[in-house]
């Protein structure tokens, strides 16, 4: 690392972007030439020529044959391997000391790496001649758009991308490309760009990738971070001020750290999850919080500061009862909470680890249609982007809001608003565009596009703008047009792309229905231009496809501006049935060869338009077809198959133009193929290298041996050959060689290529990478069995680092010298050959770089330009690199590519019919069906002629039946007689049964079906129908009526109509309603539990007799308590009086009052009083009434659609009578017809009257009866249907049908008419039959009648006419009657269809109205909500200010009443002083005297205790300056002692006053106090007030505007009005003017009202005059009562103070006086004084009986201690003895003993010691007892001494 020079930094970047720089080499390790001697030695052995392995341009420590050993190993391992194990393993641990130095050690701000030191470079065989630049990068036109977080912005022209192993940063404008190269060459992980767009990040793949942080515009690597993860980075983010960043690592470790990247020091790392992670973020509020994401997971981070220092925590969120998922996008919000996405598309917010709600859009749909892949904030709303191709903007409210409203955790939501960017868009990622003024993004569509999206949503707002598109996915084939620089490329994302890449332009694509798999450009044999390429598709389909430039057509007037290229489908085919792999046309352009991976290759003759030659069959599927070069004597195909199979295909050969209908298939069977079948040959490389190495180390150590054996003999002679021997024997043998190994599973061959006539090379993958393997094919042998043959090849070349890297493509430049190698981790090899060496003899240098990406970019295609001037490859990554081959010769730039020009006429040609269908036949298939539908044409044919011939069968033994039948019966054959055998026939009949029963067996499930069909059609559209159309039709006349086609009631009329609209109650309604005491009733009903004042006794007490005491005491009491009883009730009647006279005049209103409802009044009648606001008018105001909201709307709409089908209903109803009646007419005239023919069959004809015809019931009548059905109709429906399908011609068929329907009609309703004809024949018989005696004559001999019989006859004739002529005119009665009855209902549905046209037309109105309201209706309900809560809050505020007034009411109240008390106490002291008492004056002084006063309450708190103590320092201050004042003014005044003569009891009476006085100030002061700081309160509240007031006007300003747009977006509604002429009296110049936009639209109703209005308003302005006349006379009235009322109070006052004066001699105060009636507080000491006395007596009696008590235990006390005494007294006395008694024994016995005895010694210590114990017990109990003599002594315990105690 060095500091960067000060050096241009345009100059580095133009050499980063040309790849020009070099770098060097270290050689080869010493056991690679071991190897290098050891390959050698192999081709003395063998006789061929075997490559030298190559190093890898990361250079290995470890030797191929390790590398070999290790194929078997994982990725890893293998990785570690090849890199070596030094760089793998970790580096050593510095010393404590150094790594503090480290820490210490800042790196400076200035300091920048050297990018040439870091970024790969190519590989070059050392001691080569290749140049480092052999290949420079030119463009990429690839893009990996499933790469997560691959687009990001530096600036708004700059955008960062990664292509494989190179950072692209693209300028928009400019469309200029700049190249940064990854440092590790194994590709990029991922990229980041700061916050601030001054830096953006690199984190790379590889063993122990770095992070290298670049420096913005200048491109310098800034900073490197070191051992973040171990193989690749997953995903990296800055915090929101830049200074941290996080990263994440891949497989298999994921772990996240955090850095402080400008010190290169990781803060923190963890584990994130043991499965894969896609994200990690900090919090943007709090960067101690990250999130990160990933495959079934989320989890939230904490940075915490624990015991052992600052850790990572995280909490992983649980999910619940939601299923688990991959979770790929997700925002923190700004209080902690986390929203993500999931993979069905709703959203999760996630709180506290747990999903809080769940969010889908309304009826349970989705947020999006799949995954949701990213979420942001902007500007207060979340944005979020789907995998749907949507963006959607939400409420950030009402997500941050949100909770879960039932179980199913569940809460629908709508987006503001949405945009779809396109079909066929997968939005991955989106960041924004810093452009002032405009909200524009970019977002990466993983379809492969960059699109540029307006998210403003406003009138203005751009169509989303697709600035780049790409492939998406891997490109599966390339190809090169032979004569200039375009190219072109197809993969599975069902597009062909057209480049061209000289001048780095993208020219056109063609999308299909299915993806490509293989290209080839079309040789200019057959299309000189090199204007065809040829393209296959997965489905089989193989397209030519034409290019040519469309500025060269024929310009037309108004034709768009046209591109550079443009792409047109020539000719489609398919051949196959599977993915066509491969596409190859032979060396002289006659023949195409198609591969596929159905294992077929089909030829095609390109002269003849494609036609097919024929196809051959493979053993395995096609991956590659070779044609042979001009060098092979014959044209053959090399076809490669994948499974280890090569066959050689001859040229096929070309049929003549006849054509072979008799052949049934393409298939070529005569064809001599010739088959290799690769067997791997591997391990037995592997066993000659080992051979090799160990003959040559054998030779080393014969020669050392040989060379020490002469040193020995020379130095020690025989002993020294001795001692070779031993060694010799002590050699061990040695080890066994590699066994031979061969693959169960055949390893795929990837490509290959010929090296000469029935040779060629192939490379493979598996087991088998490693080398290039040379093969020949054996002769062909048509009996052979080619899957059992084995054959290896016959020389092999080696493939150094390609052991689990294999080539998988080749190409070669023109002259053959290079090849072009692509390779399975997407890297680039180039081996320099010479000229004509096909078996590859001097490949050994080459040229080594990795492009695409490491894991996923395998090199697909490679291939070079028609010049060889440029290379392009294109690999699964998405990515297109385009080369500059190196040349010694200095080429004039090509600016751009020359596009064919197109063919004369091709504007005129047909486009031909694409095979879209992925099921259609292939050319071999629809072969076989052909020649399959011959055969079954055939088959039908002889079907046919036996039907033929049988049926002549059955018609010549009819002829005989009908033969038979006409003999005579003695002659007639039996039926059974013309039966060859009864068994045949019964055989028949049972198989006729079972076949019956097969066939309904079989129908079944069509039955069921059909059924369930006909119920789901009945339900869709019968069910659904309350009545059908019946077209009742008149007998006489052609007039008709119809009744409506009614279906159930919508939903809006099945919604219930509120009877009173909802609205906001507005203030004045709500004043009047609630009053200001909204809430007395609550707190009234809170308080009203009070505590009785008196006492409970209880029910256990016993009664006993009361004293004389108590009874004094009660008397006293009762006495006290009805004086002050009398006297509280003439206080309470003077305060009823005085509360009496200020609530009157309270009432009295002022001189100037007016009446509150009359200034409202005036008020309104001077606003609205000529002003008639229209709803169109600016300043039109609409009533709270008036407001319409959705709800209401679509209320109004039902209650329309109810009132509408109610009256259609009743008219279907009355339709529906008619038609009965219509029926009974019928039925009772065919009665009558029925009377009227046996009438007529009386009277001669002559006398006949023409009989009515009988009216018909059309089948529309009965409409119900259309669904009735039997067999005949059934039979005739089928036998209607076999003749339509019989019919051809589709005229023929509607015809047909046309009438089918019409004869099925028909039918029944003759059917119909037949059944009601005969059911009225029959009622009428027996009508007739017992209405009219007809006779009937007997066959008797006709006679002539009598003169009797002819008078009979005579009056039956007029009889009977008379009943024909009134059964005629019955009959008509009948019919007039019915159609009079249809016309005056034909009249009124007339006028009911009117009526529902104007009702269609308003519900047309209706609905419009309430679409347009519910797009208002989500506003309105904002600024609703808000003005009812400011109105609430409002309200609130209103209550507290009106509870505070009451508060001081209340207390100002109480503050009267304690100076009332006060001066009741004043009173009352002046009352017991007295007249002219000589010491009132002393002792009112005592009794206003201030003194101290200490505190009853402790204060608690701290927080009071400050407070209180300087109010009581006040209140202290102010009570000495009082007694400072009072004593200034007497200086001997003393209150503690009662002057002589004066009453003691007055004294203490006025010490006791003054303490209550006292107590009445402090309360006082209190409630002063406390009435303040409600006044304060009060005012706070008044502000507040004033201020919600304020926003509530401005809220209700804000609604009423919007209720005006709303009004206004209303009025533009059109309403459709029918009037007629008489209806408009809007006329100018007596003529109706053609605009009537000017004109009202009055109801009548309303008109007229308006009319009655004037007149109403002439007869109140009457009445106001009339009574303003007689109020100024009432006014006169009261005033002059007003004066004589004064006069009369007057007079009554002056009566009252001469009354006084005469009775008490002065005016006095009669309230005072009422109210000293009693002194309550002498009384009250008196009966205390009672009490106290009696209480003191009985305390005096007790404690006399407790000290007798007392004394009688005293006495018992001291006799006690006298008798203990005695005892001790004669114990003594015996002790004395006893002593005397033991000296005399000791003096006697102990005179041999000269000292004296220790236990005498003790044992007398021991009595001394008790006899000191006792004597001061003795003095204890003398003390105890002299102090139980005196009153009220302390008695001590008994003093106990040790002894005692042991």
């Known amino acids: ?39 050698k030695s192999v081709e003395d052995t063998t006789g061929e020529t075997f490559t030298e392995g190559e190093e890898s341009y990361l250079g290995d420590n470890e030797s191929y044959v390790e590398h070999l050993e290790g194929s078997s190993s994982s990725f890893q391992d293998d990785y570690v391997e090849r890199i070596g194990k030094s760089q793998y393993m970790e580096t050593p641990v510095p010393d404590a000391e150094e790594a503090e130095e480290e820490v210490k050690k800042k790196i400076s701000d200035s300091f920048f790496y050297d990018y040439t030191e870091l970024a790969s470079m190519p590989f070059v065989t050392p001691d080569s001649n290749i140049p480092l630049d052999l290949l420079t990068l030119v463009h990429s036109f690839g893009y990996d758009c499933r790469k997560r977080a691959n687009l990001q912005l530096l600036d708004s022209n700059m955008v960062l991308y990664v292509a494989g192993n190179q950072l692209i940063l693209l300028n928009l404008k400019t469309k200029e490309q700049t190249y940064l190269r990854s440092s590790s060459g194994r590709g990029i992980g991922v990229i980041g760009v700061h916050p601030q767009k001054t830096y953006f990040t690199v984190a790379e793949k590889g063993v122990f990738p770095k992070i290298i942080i670049y420096e913005y515009p200048s491109l310098r690597p800034y900073r490197i971070l070191q051992d973040g993860t171990d193989l690749a980075y997953a995903y990296v983010n800055f915090n929101c001020d830049g200074t941290l960043l996080a990263s994440v690592g891949g497989n298999p470790d994921h772990t996240l750290t955090i850095w402080n990247w400008k010190e290169e020091q990781p803060l923190l790392r963890t584990k ?119 963006v959607r903007i939400w409420d950030f409210e009402t997500i941050d809001t949100a909770d879960t409203i039932d179980e199913t955790g569940l809460l629908e939501i709508e987006p503001i608003n949405e945009l779809q960017v396109d079909k066929n868009v997968r939005l991955f990622s989106m960041i924004k565009m810093n452009e002032i003024g405009n909200n524009f993004w970019l977002s990466q569509d993983s379809n492969g596009a960059i699109w540029k999206l307006d998210l403003s949503f406003s009138n203005i707002t751009q169509d989303p703008e697709c600035l780049f598109s790409f492939h998406s996915g891997a490109i599966e084939a390339l190809a090169v047009s032979p004569l200039t620089y375009l190219m072109a490329t197809t993969g599975l994302d069902c597009s062909v792309r057209l480049y061209d890449f000289a001048s780095k332009t993208p020219l056109v694509q063609m999308k299909f229905k299915q993806g490509g798999t293989a290209l080839s450009w079309v040789p200019r044999l057959v299309s000189y231009g090199g204007a065809q390429i040829t393209a296959g598709f997965e489905d089989g389909v193989v397209r030519i496809l034409e290019i040519y430039d469309p500025k060269g057509l024929t310009i037309f007037v108004g034709r768009k501006r046209v591109s550079d290229a443009d792409i047109r489908l020539k000719q489609v085919f398919k051949p196959h049935t599977s993915p066509v792999t491969a596409l190859a046309y032979d060396r002289d352009g006659e023949v195409l060869a198609t591969g596929s991976k159905d294992q077929t290759v089909f030829f095609f003759e390109v002269e003849r338009d494609y036609k097919p030659i024929g196809y051959i069959t493979t053993p395995g599927p096609v991956c590659q077809l070779t044609w042979s070069t001009a060098s092979h004597p014959e044209s053959t195909l090399l076809i490669i198959c994948e499974n280890g199979y090569v066959l050689e295909a001859p040229f096929p050969t070309i049929k003549e133009e006849e054509e072979d209908h008799d052949v049934v298939s393409y298939e070529i069977k005569d064809m001599c193929i010739k088959c290799f079948h690769f067997s791997s040959v591997k391990s037995k490389i592997l066993r000659l290298i080992e051979i090799a190495k160990r003959k040559k180390q054998k030779e080393l150590k014969e020669k050392e041996k040989e060379e020490r054996r002469k040193s020995l003999e020379a130095e020690m002679g025989e002993d020294g050959e001795k001692e070779l021997q031993g060694e010799e024997e002590e050699e061990e043998e040695e080890e066994a060689l590699p066994e031979i190994f061969i693959p169960l599973t055949p390893c795929h061959i990837l490509c290959g290529f010929y090296s000469g006539p029935g040779k060629f090379w192939v490379s493979l993958g598996g087991y088998d990478s490693g080398f290039l393997y040379h093969c ?170 036996k039907r033929e ?63 369930l069909g006909l119920m789901k059609l009945q339900n869709r559209f019968r069910d659904s129908l309350e009545s059908d159309t019946i077209v009742v039709h008149a007998i006489q006349s052609d007039h008709k009526i119809s009744s409506y086609r009614l279906v159930k009631p919508s939903k809006y009329s099945k919604s219930k109509r509120p009877s009173q609209s909802e609205r906001r109650v507005s203030k004045f309604e709500r004043f009047e309603k609630e009053g200001t005491g909204r809430k007395d009733s609550q707190r009234d009903t809170g308080g009203s539990i009070s505590v009785p004042e008196e006492s409970i006794i209880e029910k256990g007490k016993k009664f ?13 009491i009762e006495k006290t308590r009805k004086l002050i009883l009398k006297a509280e009730r003439a206080q309470l009647k003077i305060q009823q009086r005085k509360k009496e006279w200020e609530d009157m005049y309270k009432s009295k209103p002022d001189d100037d009052y007016e009446d509150p409802k009359d200034v409202q009044a005036i008020k309104e009648a001077q606003l609205y009083m000529g002003d008639f606001n229209l709803k169109t008018a600016p300043d039109y105001k609409i009533p709270e009434h008036m407001r319409i909201n959705a709800a209401k709307k679509k209320e109004e709409l039902g209650y329309l659609d109810s009132m509408a089908y109610a009256k259609k209903m009743h008219m279907n109803k009355c339709i529906v009578s008619l038609r009965d009646l219509k029926v009974a007419v019928i039925e009772e005239i065919q009665c009558l017809v029925q009377e009227l023919k046996n009438i007529q069959s009386t009277l001669h004809v002559s006398k006949h009257i023409p009989i009515p015809q009988i009216p018909q019931i059309y089948p529309e009548e009965v409409p119900e009866k259309r669904f009735q059905y039997d067999e005949e109709t059934l039979l005739a429906f089928k036998r209607q249907q076999m003749k339509n399908q019989a019919e051809t011609a589709p005229q023929v068929e509607q015809a047909v049908s046309a009438g089918s329907a019409g004869s099925f009609f028909r039918l029944s309703s003759g059917k119909d008419g037949d059944l009601t004809a005969r059911d009225s024949l029959s009622r009428s018989s027996k009508a007739s039959v017992f209405n009219l005696d007809i006779p009937k004559f007997m066959e008797f001999e006709r006679t002539d009648p009598t003169e009797v019989e002819l008078e009979i006859m005579k009056r039956d004739e007029i009889k009977h006419l008379y009943m024909q002529q009134y059964l005629i005119n019955r009959i008509k009665e009948l019919i007039v009657t019915f159609d009079a009855e249809l016309r005056l209902l034909r009249h009124q549905k007339l006028k009911l269809d009117t009526q529902m046209k104007l009702s269609d037309l308003h519900h047309v109105t209706l609905f419009q109205e309430m679409l347009l309201l519910k797009n208002f209706e989500k506003q309105e309900n904002i600024l609703q909500e808000r003005v009812n809560s400011l109105d609430k809050e409002e309200q609130d505020m209103q209550w507290k200010i009106n509870e505070n007034l009451k508060e001081m009411e209340e207390k100002k109240n109480e503050v009267a009443k304690v100076q009332d008390q006060e001066k009741a106490l004043y009173a009352g002291f002046q009352a017991a002083l007295g007249e002219n008492n000589k010491f009132a004056n002393f002792l009112m002084k005592v009794l206003k005297k201030r003194i101290k006063r200490v505190k009853k309450k402790e204060v608690e708190g701290d927080a009071d205790e400050d407070e209180e103590s300087d109010e009581s320092s006040e209140e202290e201050s102010s009570l000495e300056s009082d007694e400072d004042e009072s004593g200034s003014e007497d200086e001997v005044f003393d209150d503690s002692i009662c002057p002589t003569n004066c009453d003691m009891g007055l004294f203490e009476l006025a010490l006791q006053l003054r303490e209550k006085r006292l107590d009445i100030e402090e309360a006082l002061v209190e409630e002063k106090k406390m009435i303040d700081n409600l006044r304060k309160e009060y005012d706070t509240l008044s502000k507040k007030v004033n201020i919600v007031a304020t926003n509530l006007n401005m809220a209700e300003e804000a609604l009423e505007a919007y209720q005006r747009e709303k009004q206004q977006r209303l009025n533009e509604l059109l309403v459709v009005i029918p009037l007629k002429l008489h209806q408009i009296e809007y006329v100018v110049f007596g003529e109706i003017p053609s605009d009537l936009s000017g004109t009202l639209v009055f109801s009548n109703h309303s008109l007229g009202q308006l009319q009655k209005r004037i007149v109403q308003l002439h007869e109140e302005n009457s009445q106001q005059q009339k009574l303003n006349k007689e109020c100024r006379e009432r006014r006169k009235q009261l005033t002059r009562e007003k004066r004589e009322m004064a006069r009369t109070i007057q007079k009554m006052q002056e009566t009252v103070s001469q009354l006084m004066v005469s009775k008490f001699g002065r005016v006095i105060n009669l309230e005072a006086l009422q109210t000293l009636s009693v002194n309550t507080t002498l009384e009250e000491l008196k009966i205390k004084k009672l009490r106290k006395e009696l209480s ?34 004669d114990l003594c006395i015996e002790k004395k003895k006893l002593d005397s008694q033991l000296n005399i024994l000791q003096n006697q016995q102990g005179n041999a003993f000269q000292g004296p005895r220790k236990a005498d010694t003790v044992a007398r210590e021991k009595v001394t010691e008790l006899i000191h114990v006792q004597a001061e017990r003795i003095l204890a109990l003398k003390e105890e007892v002299a102090l139980l003599r005196k009153k009220g002594g302390l008695v001590l315990p008994p003093i106990h001494s040790t002894q005692e105690n042991e």
């Open 272 to 390: 994130a999850f043991s499965q894969e992670v896609f994200k990690v973020t900090f919090n943007p509020e709090d960067d101690e919080q990250l999130t990160t994401s990933g495959s079934g997971h989320i989890k939230f981070w904490e940075m915490a500061l624990t015991f052992t220092g600052l850790k990572l925590q995280g909490s992983l969120g649980r999910f619940g009862k939601t299923a688990t998922n991959d979770i790929e996008g997700y925002m923190e919000l700004p209080d902690g909470k986390v929203l993500s996405g999931s993979e069905w598309g709703n959203m999760l917010l996630w709180e506290g680890g747990h999903i809080k709600v769940e969010l889908s859009r309304a009826a349970g749909k989705p947020c999006h249609q799949g995954p949701i892949n990213q979420i942001m904030l902007d500007e207060g709303e979340v944005i979020t982007i789907g995998s749907d191709g949507c």
């Open 1104 to 1116: 006993r007799p009361k004293t004389l005491s108590e009874i004094m005491v009660e008397n006293q």
């Open 1736 to 1769: 003191n007596a009985k305390e005096m009696k007790m404690w006399e009986e407790k000290i007798a008590q007392v004394r009688r235990e005293l006495m018992m006390k001291t006799k006690e201690h006298t008798k203990k005494l005695h005892q001790m007294n």
């Open 1 to 39: 690392m060095k500091e960067p020079d000060d050096q241009d930094t345009d100059e580095g970047k133009s050499e980063r972007s040309k790849s020009d720089g070099r770098q060097s080499h270290s050689s080869r390790s010493a056991s690679k030439s071991a190897v290098k001697e050891d390959y």
């Open 949 to 1011: 011939r049988i049926e002549a069968l059955r018609n010549q033994l009819q002829k005989l039946l009908q033969m038979n039948e006409e003999l005579p019966k003695h002659m007639q054959f039996k039926r059974t007689d013309f039966d060859l055998d009864s068994k045949i026939r019964a055989e028949i009949d049972r198989k006729t049964a079972n076949k019956i029963q097969r066939v309904e067996k079989e129908l079944a499930w069509e039955k069921e079906k059909h059924q």
């Open 776 to 945: 020949e094919f054996p002769p062909y042998d048509k009996s052979s069995d080619i899957t059992e043959k084995k054959d290896e090849p016959f020389d092999f070349r080696l493939l150094e680092d390609t052991e689990d890297n294999p080539i998988t493509t080749i190409t070669f430049s023109i002259n053959q010298e290079m090849m072009f190698c692509g390779m399975q981790n997407g890297a680039i090899r180039v081996y320099i050959l010479n000229k004509n060496d096909p078996s590859l003899t001097t490949m050994e240098d080459y040229w080594h770089f990795s492009m695409h990406d490491n894991n996923y970019g395998c090199i697909k295609a490679i291939s070079t330009s028609f010049d060889d001037r440029f290379l392009v490859t294109t690999g699964a990554d998405s990515n297109i690199f385009v080369f500059n081959i190196f040349s010694e010769f200095e080429l004039k730039k090509v600016m751009k590519a020359k596009v064919p020009s197109p063919r004369f006429g091709i504007e005129t040609e047909p486009i031909p019919e694409d095979i879209e269908d992925p099921k259609a036949y292939s050319i071999e298939n629809a072969r076989r069906k052909r020649e399959h539908d011959k055969l079954m044409k055939e088959g039908e044919e002889i079907k046919a002629e």
